[in-house]
């Protein structure tokens, strides 16, 4: 099991030691190699599959979702992320599930089968509202406490609830560290050559950007997958998968939302505001967590030594390694799924 970093005796780690060593990721007994990264224990993809989904009303929302493993069994709430969708953990929710974990995959607002329950709701995509949603899930479910873990969207989602619900997360797993930010945060200007890999946030700030995106949002979808992960070779099927999500009624008006709020260019929503206002002094995270990189991550991301003091509970940071992008739990469900198994036993 991993030795979690307490804060009493939290150091900087070098790259080197950040890496995350192959009997540290062993999987019932299954070497950590990139050549056995597809292959949880038993369970290999061709022989996954996220079952059926369900639907629940939950907040705003009738959520779309996926529920693996005993209902009894200790609950993980796995948040996909943009342009991604559920089949993220496609491989991560299956092994998990089959440990014995309550695993629930649900699609954010936008995405896939989740759909506005009142045509009068604001389409809104700012984080707190994900957040929210999150909340009200698990709420609908009656599941007081989870393990949270995400990547992209989802991570910042899984963030937000370990600092302002640290009650109901037992852990925190979030691909790419701290991801909470702020309007104001998100004014700011940044050095050149970080601007430039926003580029689609500015693009989406105009009105030929939405038009853009709302007629070619497969292709778009595409081109962030290939430069979010350089070195994945996913190939058509994987990539057409996923994108099926994509084709939600409500999509393209919560991601222009979305990164518009983040630019202070459209208002979100009042009821909101108490959280965004917390969320805007960044808080602390409390609860037990590790962050996870890929070392070829092609996203704007943050090193891990920026964040690391934001984490005052357990903690741990690993750096996966084999040319792991953007999307780690689908390119390396074996390092992802670990982590979820290392918090639920510490």
């Known amino acids: 099991m991993l030795d979690l970093i307490h804060p009493n005796r939290r150091r900087v780690l070098g790259a080197s030691v950040m890496t995350v060593a192959a009997a540290e990721l062993a999987i019932s007994g299954l070497a ?3 050549a056995s990264a597809a292959r949880l224990g038993d369970v290999r993809p061709g022989d ?11 907040g705003v929302l009738n959520v779309g979702y996926a529920e693996l493993g005993p209902a009894g069994g200790p609950a993980v709430l796995l948040l996909h992320g943009w342009p991604y969708d559920i089949h993220t953990y496609v491989d991560v929710a299956p092994w998990l599930a089959s440990k014995g974990y309550r695993v629930i995959v649900p699609f954010l607002r936008g995405f896939g089968t989740t759909q506005f329950i009142s ?18 899930l698990l709420d609908a479910l009656k599941i007081p406490k989870a393990i949270v873990a995400g990547c992209d969207w989802g991570a910042r989602t ?12 037992v852990g925190l797993v979030s691909v790419s560290g701290y991801l909470i930010s702020s309007q104001a945060a998100g004014r700011a200007p940044l050095p050149p050559e970080a601007e430039f890999q926003w580029w689609y946030q500015f693009y989406f700030a105009t009105e030929r950007g ?3 995106y709302e007629k070619y949002r497969r292709d778009f979808a595409g081109l962030i997958w290939k430069l979010a992960s350089p070195k994945w ?9 996923s994108a099926v999500a994509l084709d939600n009624p409500d999509h393209v008006a919560v991601v222009i939302h979305n990164y518009r709020w983040r630019q202070g260019l459209v208002e979100g929503e009042a009821k909101y505001d108490p959280f965004e206002q917390k969320l805007a ?10 962050t996870l990189e890929g070392d070829a991550n092609g996203a704007p991301h943050l090193e891990p030594g920026a964040y690391a003091r934001k984490f005052i509970g357990p903690y741990a940071h690993r750096t996966v390694t ?10 390396d469900p074996q390092a992802f799924a670990q982590a979820v198994v290392d918090l639920a036993t510490r």
Do not use: M, Y
């Open 48 to 58: 996954t599959s996220l079952g059926p989904l369900k639907q629940i009303h939950a």
């Open 32 to 34: 950590h190699a990139r």
């Open 233 to 241: 070779g996913f190939d058509a099927a994987t990539f057409d998968r």
């Open 119 to 136: 045509s009068d709701t604001v389409r809104n995509g700012q984080p707190a509202a994900l957040a929210v949603d999150a909340i009200a």
């Open 281 to 290: 002094s960044a808080p602390a995270i409390i609860v037990p967590s590790i």
């Open 322 to 331: 084999g040319g792991i992008g953007h999307n780690l739990p689908q390119e």
């Open 158 to 169: 899984a963030d937000i609830l370990a600092a302002l619900w640290p009650e109901r997360c």
């Open 210 to 212: 939405r038009a853009g």
